[in-house]
């Protein structure tokens, strides 16, 4: 697969990790991506594909592409035999401002992208990607689109800085000093977090943790859990066995045959990073 990324200029940079575009055939025809820290847009430019947002709801097509606020729980991307798209990873807040609604109703509930900015204008956006000759040309013609639909949104300045403040401690944060640093009540972080995120301050902490932690994980080595768990900051073994599979839905131990299998099957594959190959 050909996959071009690159961070956009300012102020798109303190909302967008990377702007990225990816061409070609998927390693597997259906990939589970376990809760992160991150948004996602897509803009779809090649065969519909299907996401399965949690193992109780039906898989839902996608032909324009999708948005999905930060997910709460694992979900299932499956792939055509050639996929080509466009797409965004925001910051967790990155999102908001191009929503017209708040995060939360989005919230494990991806949508098409025309139901966040109609019709005609996915079209034409669609239509001008697909006339474009090459992905930088492609992601910059995104980029202005992205700076023509940037709202001020209210709060965004609270959630972005104490979610900064949480992703700087890896999610090793005390909920409460937040509420006390930012000088408002926990209720009205929650509210904001909610809005903007689409999640509560102790579930982002929790997702950069678990994040953290798998990222830590070397699949080709030996590995101590209690170690890894208690480096983490979590109480014990037991107490990240039961947030992994919370996370992943597989065992600790599992993971790391279902990481190995993707490894040895497709060495240095674009995808490799977080991925997984359904179980």
């Given amino acids: ?106 919230c494990d509930r991806p949508v098409t992208v025309e139901q966040v900015w109609g019709r005609p204008a996915v079209a034409e956006l669609r239509d001008r990607l697909a006339a474009a000759a090459r992905p930088r040309e492609m992601l910059t013609l995104l980029e202005e689109e992205l700076m023509r ?30 509420n006390l640093a930012a000088g408002v009540s926990s209720t009205h972080l929650a509210q904001r977090f909610k809005e903007l995120i689409g999640v509560t301050p102790k579930r982002l902490a929790r997702t950069y943790r678990f994040t953290a932690t798998v990222f830590a994980i070397d699949p080709a080595g030996p590995i101590d859990w209690g170690e890894l768990a208690g480096g983490a900051g979590y109480f014990d073994q037991a107490h990240f066995g039961h947030e992994f599979r919370a996370f992943t839905g597989l065992t600790p131990t599992r993971y790391v045959e279902v990481r190995q299998r993707f490894l040895r099957e497709h060495p240095g594959h674009t995808l490799d990073g977080w991925p997984l190959l359904v179980d």
């Fill in 1 to 106: 697969m050909e996959y071009v990324s690159r961070v956009p200029r300012p102020p798109l940079d303190g909302l967008i990790d990377d702007l990225y575009y990816l061409e070609g055939a998927a390693p597997y025809a259906r990939l589970v991506l376990p809760p992160a820290p991150t948004a996602l847009l897509i803009v779809n430019l090649g065969a519909p594909f299907r996401v399965r947002a949690g193992a109780d709801v039906e898989t839902a097509g996608y032909a324009d592409g999708c948005v999905v606020t930060m997910p709460t729980r694992a979900w299932e991307f499956g792939y055509p035999h050639r996929t080509r798209s466009v797409g965004v990873h925001f910051k967790p807040w990155g999102l908001a401002p191009f929503l017209p609604m708040p995060a939360a109703e989005l």
């Fill in 149 to 178: 639909r940037l709202c001020e949104t209210t709060g965004l300045g609270l959630v972005r800085h104490t979610s900064s403040v949480i992703a700087a401690a890896g999610g090793a944060v005390a909920i409460g000093d937040l």
